[in-house]
């Protein structure tokens, strides 16, 4: 069982950047990928980046694509998310997750966070 919590979120304006962080804790998987989905108000929860074990693949959703960067550290069992340029359509509760595989299904992965509130004003 792997215990995930996000933060860094917040209340930014349009064109500005926020660093989403996800600590894990408890039972981990070293070669587990590390993924970040998001979740507006009304809609479906949605892939935004996912990053395998070494971080040797990522891969972005369309929309964030050039503007946010993921990564890890797995000596502290972190993912991260950088956030640039961030626009409205950007706001929503952003969750992390870990999962056997980099892939860009929420249902691949198994263990979730609390998740986090993104918002961006314009």
């Known amino acids: 069982q792997v215990q995930l919590v996000e933060s860094g979120g917040g209340l930014v304006q349009a064109g500005g950047s926020l660093r989403l962080s996800c600590a894990a804790s408890?039972?981990?998987?070293?070669?587990?990928?590390m993924g970040w989905f998001r979740q507006a108000p009304g809609k479906e929860r949605e892939f935004v980046a996912t990053?395998?074990?070494?971080?040797?693949?990522?891969y972005y959703a369309d929309s964030v694509k050039g503007r946010f960067t993921i990564s890890r550290d797995n000596d502290k069992n972190t993912v991260y998310l950088q956030m640039n340029s961030l626009k409205p359509e950007d706001t929503a509760v952003y969750y992390c997750?870990?999962?056997?595989?980099?892939?860009?299904?929420?249902?691949?992965?198994?263990?979730w966070g609390q998740g986090t509130q993104v918002t961006v004003s314009s």
């Open positions: 990053i395998s074990w070494s971080g040797g693949r990522t």
């Open positions: 997750a870990t999962g056997p595989s980099a892939t860009m299904s929420p249902e691949s992965f198994g263990s």
């Open positions: 408890g039972r981990t998987f070293s070669r587990a990928a």
